[in-house]
């Protein structure tokens, strides 16, 4: 879909909600045969899926209540989303990507969850990891509830940094630039590291760890200053260096195990991968561990990504809609949740739970998240992610000066702010 079409759209969903509030009276929620209220769920990708394998426990609780799930591919999701919020004809609860919260709670799409905190205190926001309290609320209303969450670290061959010197991982930016200029030494098509340059969230952890804000609490563009610009020219030294491919036509996970790509930057999920397509990787030859801070006296910082759970301003059954979200976020719902898909829980207090207290795989992702954040909570982020991509394309690829690209992602990231 175009820009301009997306635009058109967004338009038509805002005019169809001042229509909406205008007078028109709220629909009942549709029942059964049998007389249960139905819920509809949109769930997104695998997730969309997995959904129907937890529905019967929440309904067997609420025999009042039947759910029903449609899973949706992400791919055209975004999409699906704009057309049904536009016709009032979408689900009761949503899935909704982080990064998309702000522009659906500005439209007023999504419902503000305040109200029903007292009766369902699984919707507060202190049962929260900190950087995912920082995607709930929109303009002071409670618009997304936080369902399960991810983060970065660093993976690692434990046995290949031993061989050059390195009994321990890499703990900050020059432990890791020399770890990396010693593994790509040996030469023979290796190199030191793999950074994925388009990953749209791929600066972000560095910009931190260097004091930039990214994007300022008065909503100005920050790329092109010196913390951020000071990050970037020192992630594209492992490019320029070939330390890091700077295309990637090689396979992670197969290169990881022959160790021609010997540390990568990931989530959870690849725990999961590296167990099941490199089962003659012992678990002593490889590890992770936080993202290495700026120096000895800095801290760690990542991307907090996830999905969370919203309910539509326009949903026919919106109080069924806060108590199935409530559910989901129970704590031996989220340690299911985890068994059933690996998704790691949103609240702290599943993480108490002896199966992921105990499990040392993911014990890293739980102390990262401690520090990890969000992308800017800002409505144009997509774009200006874009933006970041093209120019890190330019620079790692065509070589091109960094503090020229930051001035052009700055200036075009400001009119994307601005309006």
């Known amino acids: 879909m175009t820009k301009t079409w997306k635009s058109v759209v967004a338009c038509m969903l805002i005019?169809?909600?001042?229509l909406s509030a205008c007078g028109n009276k709220e629909e009942a929620a549709a029942t059964t045969a049998d007389g249960k209220r139905v819920l509809k769920v949109w769930g997104m990708g695998?997730?969309?899926?997995?959904?129907s394998k937890?529905?019967?426990d929440f309904e067997k609780a609420n025999p009042d209540i039947k759910v029903e799930v449609q899973a949706i591919p992400w791919d055209n999701a975004h999409d699906k989303l704009l057309t049904a919020v536009a016709s009032k004809k979408g689900p009761d609860v949503v899935q909704m990507g982080l990064g998309w919260i702000p522009e659906f709670a500005d439209a007023g799409a999504l419902l503000d969850l305040s109200s029903y905190t007292d009766k369902y205190p699984n919707l507060k926001v202190d049962n929260f990891f900190k950087g995912a309290q920082q995607t709930m609320t929109y303009n002071d209303q409670l618009v997304g509830i936080p369902w399960y969450i991810d983060t970065r670290v660093l993976f690692y061959r434990a046995d290949l940094l031993k061989e050059v010197g390195y009994?321990?991982?890499?703990?900050?930016?020059?432990?890791?630039?020399?770890?990396?200029?010693?593994?790509a030494a040996r030469g023979n098509g290796n190199y030191g590291i793999l950074l994925d340059s388009q990953d749209q969230v791929f600066t972000l952890p560095f910009a931190w760890e260097n004091g930039s804000e990214v994007i300022s609490s008065d909503n100005k563009a920050q790329f092109n200053q010196p913390p951020y610009v000071d990050a970037v020219k020192y992630l594209s030294s492992f490019f320029t260096e070939k330390l890091a491919p700077s295309q990637v036509d090689l396979k992670l996970l197969p290169s990881f195990?022959?160790?021609?790509?010997?540390m990568f930057i990931s989530g959870p999920w690849s725990v999961q991968q590296i167990k099941d397509e490199l089962p003659d990787l012992k678990d002593d030859q490889w590890g992770t561990v936080t993202i290495p801070a700026k120096d000895e006296s800095g801290k760690s910082a990542s991307i907090l990504g996830g999905s969370s759970l919203s309910v539509f301003s326009s949903a026919t059954n919106k109080d069924d809609g806060a108590k199935f979200i409530s559910y989901m976020n129970e704590p031996e719902v989220q340690v299911k949740w985890y068994e059933l898909t690996k998704d790691l829980p949103s609240t702290t207090k599943a993480w108490e739970d002896k199966s992921l207290a105990s499990n040392k795989d993911?014990?890293?992702?739980?102390?990262?998240?401690d520090t990890a954040?969000?992308?800017?909570?800002?409505?144009?982020?997509?774009?200006?992610?874009?933006?970041?991509?093209?120019?890190m394309q330019e620079i790692t690829i065509g070589g091109a000066d960094v503090q020229e690209q930051m001035?052009?992602?700055?200036s075009q990231a400001d009119d994307l702010l601005a309006n």
């Open 15 to 18: 005019f169809s909600l001042i």
């Open 46 to 51: 695998a997730e969309g899926t997995a959904l």
């Open 54 to 56: 937890i529905v019967p």
């Open 167 to 183: 009994n321990e991982p890499p703990k900050t930016w020059a432990e890791l630039k020399d770890a990396a200029t010693k593994l």
């Open 257 to 262: 195990g022959e160790g021609i790509i010997p």
């Open 362 to 369: 993911i014990q890293t992702f739980r102390t990262q998240m």
């Open 373 to 391: 954040r969000p992308a800017p909570f800002v409505k144009p982020w997509e774009s200006i992610a874009d933006l970041i991509k093209a120019a």
């Open 407 to 410: 001035d052009q992602v700055n």
